[in-house]
């Protein structure tokens, strides 16, 4: 190749990383998002311990709706309802979307019209307490066998294994226990301080399976 051919491969080459490169960069989750996300889930399982302190140490799903809680109707189409009765606590709704969710929609207020699509994170309805490694609730972009999860009720058994969707974490997710701490996890495994694999997690609660409302 000649000097000149060599300049304009090279000025070829250069002007295709201007273009392409900055929309790359746009394109990749910003750290300061998934630090978002956690501090959202982290204020979310607060809101959960403080409520619980106010009803006999006790979540809004294991309450009836006389008490003030949501037994039998945050499944995951009244998913809404379990954050909503929990609005003095959250103080605001925009803790419940993360900031990589394309799909939900920001609510800025509890008024009328607040419901599933202002929610990114699902609820654990067998969580209490006195299991502290129980999902409370997370991200709720799941796959199983390779396909999104739809909103509605899921029930997750030992034998079922979940990954993460493409679409806010690469590949990943974040998790808050019952005891109101926030786990990230990869499509591997959920890194439990005792290092137990997501399987394992199911089984520490005692039930055949772990249910989940999808909003």
């Known amino acids: 190749m000649t000097l000149t051919e060599v ?16 929309n ?8 300061a998002y998934r630090s978002q ?22 979540f809004p799903m294991e309450l009836s709706v ?21 609005s003095n606590e959250l103080s605001t709704p925009k803790v ?32 209490d307490q006195d299991h502290p490694h129980v999902f409370l609730s997370g991200d709720d972009n799941f796959t199983i066998g390779g396909f999104s999860v739809k909103s509605g009720l899921l029930e997750l058994s030992t034998n079922i294994p ?3 969707a493409d679409t806010r974490h690469e590949m990943c997710g974040n998790i808050v ?5 926030v786990q990230l996890s990869n499509n591997g495994s959920v890194q439990l301080p005792n290092n137990s694999s997501l399987p ?12 989940l409302a999808i909003p």
Not at 7 to 22: D, G, H, S, W
Not at 24 to 31: A, E, K
Not at 44 to 58: P, Q, S, T
Not at 72 to 85: E, H, P, S, T, Y
């Open 96 to 127: 419940l979307i993360c900031p990589l969710d394309t799909k939900s929609i920001l609510a800025t207020n509890w008024g009328r019209g607040f419901n599933n699509l202002n929610i990114s994170y699902f609820i654990g309805l067998n969580a």
């Open 177 to 181: 226990l019952a005891d109101g701490s």
């Open 200 to 211: 394992n997690l199911l089984r520490q609660t005692g039930a055949a399976t772990n249910r």
């Open 66 to 86: 006389t008490n003030g809680g949501t037994m039998g109707l945050a499944d995951g189409r009244n998913a809404w309802i379990n954050f909503f009765v929990m």
């Open 162 to 164: 979940i990954a993460w």
């Open 7 to 22: 300049l304009v491969v090279i000025i070829v080459l250069a002007v295709l990383i201007f273009i392409f490169l900055p």
């Open 24 to 31: 790359y960069l746009s394109n990749r989750p910003h750290p």
């Open 37 to 58: 996300c956690v501090n959202n889930l982290k204020q979310i399982g607060l809101a959960y311990r403080v409520w619980a302190g106010d009803h006999n140490d006790k």
